[in-house]
């Protein structure tokens, strides 16, 4: 099955076109997969990881955010009860039942810069406690790309300033700045 095929069935099963959270996850999907594909344009990251799976860094980062739909998330056409905060994992739930394993650990572990299970623990977050930083290269391309794309009517299509993202991630204190800056170094231009 082809990539487009794959992430094409499975985003129009649960993500129809008459869903209203449609537009914006097709187009934040979009702008992650193109990222991740320019990023692997760029000759440290070509010359370290050129046999890296493009058909599943393509499938991975359209479905990466597969999960919203669950959620509560009225402002992007979600209208689930779950927290925002889980849509990593009811992503991953969703995509172990297409037998997506490899990708449903991509929706699990590209939520903010990873999140630790200390993390999680201290802030009480309705997760289940475990690790959830990404581990793979592609989980950490996904995650990294995804930083720079917002899912909001106004931001929708627009890509984030470097500054903008590490200032979104200040609020959520050092650990998850210094998440994010670890990704930047590997990943960023150079």
């Not at 070509?46 to 799976?53: F, I, S, T």
């Not at 200390?118 to 930083?147: N, T, V, W």
Request: glycine share 6%; aromatic share 10%; proline share 4%.
């Amino acid at each position: 099955m082809s990539s487009q095929v794959l992430w094409q069935t499975v985003f129009d099963t649960l993500c129809g076109p008459d869903h209203p959270a449609r537009c914006f996850l097709y187009t934040h999907s979009v702008m992650v997969k193109d990222f991740c594909l320019e990023i692997m344009q760029r000759p440290h990251i070509a010359k370290r990881h050129h046999n890296a799976d493009i058909q599943f860094i393509t499938e991975a980062a359209m479905l990466h955010d597969i999960g919203i739909i669950y959620t509560d998330a009225h402002r992007i056409g979600c209208s689930g009860s779950a927290p925002y905060i889980r849509h990593g994992v009811l992503g991953r739930k969703i995509l172990e039942e297409y037998g997506l394993r490899r990708h449903a650990l991509v929706c699990e572990r590209h939520v903010g810069s990873g999140l630790s299970k200390k993390i999680i623990i201290e802030r009480d977050m309705p997760l289940p406690h475990r690790d959830m930083s990404p581990r793979s290269f592609s989980e950490k391309l996904i995650c990294y790309a995804d930083c720079f794309f917002s899912k909001t009517k106004n931001a929708a299509g627009k890509k984030k300033s470097l500054e903008k993202v590490i200032s979104g991630f200040s609020k959520y204190g050092q650990e998850s700045v210094s998440a994010f800056l670890a990704l930047h170094q590997y990943f960023g231009s150079f």
